[in-house]
């Protein structure tokens, strides 16, 4: 199917959703609110594999999608298509197509929550991660910033980049300075306090405020240490 007729279709589909609802969905996939969702909930949630995972991921999902971007200089829907065929939600973008930078964030840390779980917790994983990826990337079709083919191809590099971190981070642990639970606290509060700070587009600063709510108090919930309540002892 010609891009533009695939292009069609997705976005005819994608009505059925509200375009406030693909225009959230489309900034969690912007790196700064996914790594802040991300931390907070393996801190949350305790599952530590995923840290150390999500840290090797880092170099080499920029560098791959950024070269191929680079490489390829595709231009985007709105570079192509005349504006009568094309509905674009925020901000209208002309270049560097190939692949969707935001699904290879989304598919990275999918990548690395799923695959970085013990095999009896991996199907749950997956359930929640997957569908979450699945529709930032959708969304990326829905507000025009993408090609369908972009998409599917940032779909596998974030996967494939997720399945390289979690062999390295197996092989070659991180120290706890790195890859510890405090570590990963103060990158959490550190997201946190800087989403609270960021300038971002008004329909979406209540997300980036909730996203760094949520980060900070994780952060503080694993460095603040229990509570231990002590007994007075009865005199005998």
């Known amino acids: 199917m010609p891009p533009a007729q695939a292009m069609a279709h997705a976005q005819r589909w994608a009505q059925a959703v509200p375009d406030l609802v693909w225009y959230g969905l489309t900034w969690l996939g912007d790196t700064h609110l996914a790594l802040a969702l991300f931390v907070a ?5 305790r599952h530590r594999a995923a840290l150390p995972a999500l ?32 509905h674009v939600v925020g901000e209208v973008l002309r270049h560097g197509s190939f692949p969707s930078g935001h699904t290879v ?10 695959l970085a779980a013990a095999p009896p917790r991996r199907w749950v994983a997956a359930l929640v991660a ?23 191809v940032g779909a596998l590099l974030g996967w494939l980049c997720a399945a390289l971190a979690v062999k390295l981070a197996r092989r070659w ?36 405020w909730m996203l760094g709510g949520l980060a900070i108090g994780a952060a503080l919930a694993t460095l603040t240490p229990p509570s231990r309540a002590v007994w007075p002892q009865r005199a005998l």
């Open 55 to 86: 840290l090797w991921s880092l170099l080499p999902a920029t560098l791959a999608t950024h070269a191929l971007k680079m490489i390829v200089a595709a231009p985007r829907p709105a570079a192509v298509l005349p504006p009568d065929q094309l």
């Open 173 to 208: 642990p991180l120290p706890p300075a790195l890859g510890g639970r405090r570590a990963a606290a103060l990158a959490a509060l550190a997201l946190g306090l800087t989403l609270w700070t960021r300038t971002l587009p008004v329909t979406v600063a209540p997300l980036a």
């Open 130 to 152: 997957l569908p979450l990826a699945a529709a930032v990337g959708a969304s990326r079709v829905a507000v025009g910033a993408h090609w369908p083919l972009d998409v599917a």
């Open 105 to 114: 964030t989304a598919f990275t840390l999918a990548g690395c929550w799923v």
């Open 41 to 45: 909930a393996a801190l949350l949630g």
